[in-house]
């Protein structure tokens, strides 16, 4: 009787990926192995690629993969034996949905523009760069190589001809986006409109439940294992210590490409990893209020940013944790609303499309 449950439920959610999203196959990146720029393990980067039609053509939406980050010899060498880690392990082909999907009903706005789901396996949001490999797990720290390699890769199938461009990603990918906004904008031709966007990857410098700065200092151990710092923005390095650049309240101030922010009020990941994670909850006295979250400190983390960029983000009323790759949370009948507003019709018409799209 239970496996016949889960099989229905199975038929089920194959049939909701037939109607809201379709497999895409993966493009391994090989020739990046010669510049470097390899995942954890040392296998080549990957992505998956649909091309543009019709006057999306010349249009380019780069959307990178999250999974958090590794923050030492120890945690970076378990992500090589997992996706997180190795192109060698994930696979071969992905589901585009929401914000990459190839149908006007589901993505009215890019539906036709090429779209890339970057795969993330450097666990440093696309900013690691060390020389020297560890000689006894064998692991490359080199994030920044490998994003480049991908970005060299795509420029050459078309990119260098693009009249629209966003960056754009999730969780650890749109904290990527964010540190990668300006570096972006700078490989585009001058006369390419180019913005970014970033889907729960504002996180906040807060405090945990204990009253210690743990997410601090463990961005501190990220910068400090992967060789972060020198691919941080100058202008948040020049002005705050490394770690803090790895929060957006800093290094987004004085980056100068569009950027547009998409974040739950209540992100769940947050609340369960930076305000109560477990090393500071050692007996679950929270757990049941980390599955019942209330109130959050993003709204408030965001006046950092200033007037003059406060129009280039929003933040929905959901509690979860990325909102734009899925049919669920990007357009549908019971999707997220902002002030009754569906996720792409505030991304598109309050932000990200502003000023790259014509408006009718």
């Not at 202008?235 to 803090?244: A, D, H, I, N, V």
């Not at 960029?309 to 549908?332: F, I, K, N, P, V």
């Not at 996720?343 to 790259?356: H, P, Q, R, S």
Request: contains cysteine; neutral net charge.
């Amino acid at each position: 009787m239970v496996g016949s449950k889960w099989f229905k439920l199975l038929v089920c959610l194959l049939m909701l990926i037939r109607v809201n999203g379709y497999y895409v196959p993966i493009t391994y990146v090989q020739d990046a192995v010669a510049k470097g720029g390899v995942c954890l393990d040392g296998s080549p980067p990957a992505y998956h690629f649909e091309k543009g039609f019709g006057n999306g053509i010349n249009n380019w939406l780069i959307h990178m993969e999250g999974g958090a980050w590794c923050n030492n010899a120890t945690t970076c060498f378990a992500r090589t034996k997992d996706r997180l880690g190795s192109s060698k392990l994930m696979t071969t082909s992905y589901t585009f949905s929401g914000i990459l999907s190839n149908k006007a009903k589901y993505n009215p706005d890019f539906y036709n523009w090429n779209r890339i789901k970057v795969r993330y396996c450097d666990g440093s949001s696309y900013t690691g760069d060390v020389e020297a490999v560890d000689p006894v797990n064998k692991v490359y720290y080199r994030g920044a190589r490998l994003w480049r390699a991908i970005m060299d890769d795509l420029l050459a199938k078309g990119m260098n001809n693009a009249q629209n461009a966003i960056l754009a990603g999730c969780s650890a990918g749109g904290l990527g986006a964010i540190l990668q906004c300006d570096n972006f904008r700078a490989l585009l031709p001058s006369g390419a409109k180019v913005k970014c966007l970033s889907d729960a990857g504002f996180f906040i410098n807060t405090k945990d439940i204990t009253g210690a700065s743990h997410i601090q200092e463990f961005f501190a151990q990220v910068v400090n294992t992967h060789g972060s710092a020198k691919n941080l923005p100058a202008s948040c390095t020049s002005k705050f210590s490394p770690e803090l650049c790895f929060f957006p309240e800093y290094a987004a101030q004085a980056i100068q490409t569009p950027l547009f922010l998409l974040n739950a009020a209540y992100d769940s990941w947050q609340v369960k990893n930076s305000l109560a994670p477990g090393v500071a909850d050692r007996h679950g006295t929270w757990r049941d209020c980390k599955a019942d979250i209330t109130s959050d400190n993003f709204l408030s983390s965001t006046v950092s940013l200033g007037n003059s960029r406060r129009e280039d983000y929003t933040s929905t009323l959901a509690t979860g944790h990325c909102q734009s790759g899925t049919q669920e949370t990007w357009l549908r009948d019971d999707s997220p609303l902002l002030d009754d507003t569906d996720n792409f019709k505030a991304v598109g018409e309050t932000g990200i499309l502003i000023g790259i799209l014509p408006k009718d």
